[in-house]
């Protein structure tokens, strides 16, 4: 069946990068759109942007311009998102996402999630 | 700050009835196609309604979605315990060019 496996738990000081991946089975990876989701703690969903696994053309979001990079290595079916430039208003839980219309924009059409990666960003 | 509006709770005993309301715009949801997503505790979110008022296989008819004109609902039927979770409507916004979520709405059964 579908899944989307992330990476582990990160804990990173403030300045340094991070890089999320995101590891797909069970379908074609170059079909669908990946999607990048933060939850900050107690707080709600933020949609970052997506990724068309196709192309590799990024999309962000406004307000994630700048310091996010969406990448992908669909040699092994992964996603990654990369931080960098750290701060503590970072930290929270990145989820990934499968868009199911495909790769011609992000619909909302979420139909497999990764389990998520906590983000701690302190010195 | 979300541009789609939801109450931040709701409450209801088991098998009553519980409606959760998702409000925006006509750049979202007056236009676009609505989701729901159901986020038990300490988990990922799941997808529960798609594209309005379509439920996934696996999903309990118990769910229910509609929409009319910038406001959006989620219903809950026959309420149980296994449904105390947050829940979150979402909708593309062509004003933003992206996705928008709502505030999410806490349930609680009592």
């Known amino acids: 069946q579908v899944r989307l496996v992330q990476s582990g738990s990160e804990l990173k000081k403030p300045g340094a990068s991070v890089k999320v991946s995101c590891k797909a089975f069970?379908?074609?990876?170059?079909?669908?759109?990946v999607n990048w989701v933060r939850q900050a703690p107690g707080q709600g969903l933020e949609w970052m942007g997506w990724?068309?696994?196709?192309?590799?053309?990024?999309t962000y979001a406004q307000g994630f311009t700048g310091r996010i990079v969406f990448s992908l290595d669909t040699s092994v079916s992964t996603a990654y998102l990369q931080i960098n430039s750290l701060k503590a208003e970072d930290t929270a839980i990145y989820y990934c996402?499968?868009?199911?219309?495909?790769?011609?924009?992000?619909?909302?059409?979420?139909?497999?999630w990764g389990q998520g990666t906590l983000v701690t960003v302190s010195s | 700050q979300s541009v789609l509006t939801q109450p931040p709770s709701a409450s209801g005993t088991p098998g009553l009835r519980v409606t959760i309301s998702c409000s925006g715009s006509?750049?979202?949801?007056?236009?676009?196609?609505v989701y729901w997503f159901q986020q038990l505790p300490g988990t990922a979110p799941k997808l529960l309604i798609y594209?309005?008022?379509q439920r996934p296989s696996g999903v309990p008819d118990r769910f229910s979605g509609s929409k009319s004109g910038t406001s959006a609902s989620l219903a809950i039927s026959g309420l149980r315990s296994e449904d105390e979770a947050e829940y979150y409507c979402?909708?593309?916004?062509?004003?933003?060019?992206?996705?928008?979520f709502g505030t999410g709405t806490k349930v609680t059964v009592l």
């Open positions: 006509n750049s979202n949801i007056g236009t676009n196609y």
């Open positions: 979402a909708a593309w916004d062509d004003s933003l060019s992206g996705l928008v």
């Open positions: 594209r309005i008022d």
């Open positions: 069970g379908y074609r990876f170059t079909t669908s759109g």
């Open positions: 990724i068309n696994t196709d192309t590799g053309n990024p």
């Open positions: 996402a499968r868009d199911v219309v495909g790769l011609y924009s992000s619909s909302g059409w979420f139909d497999s």
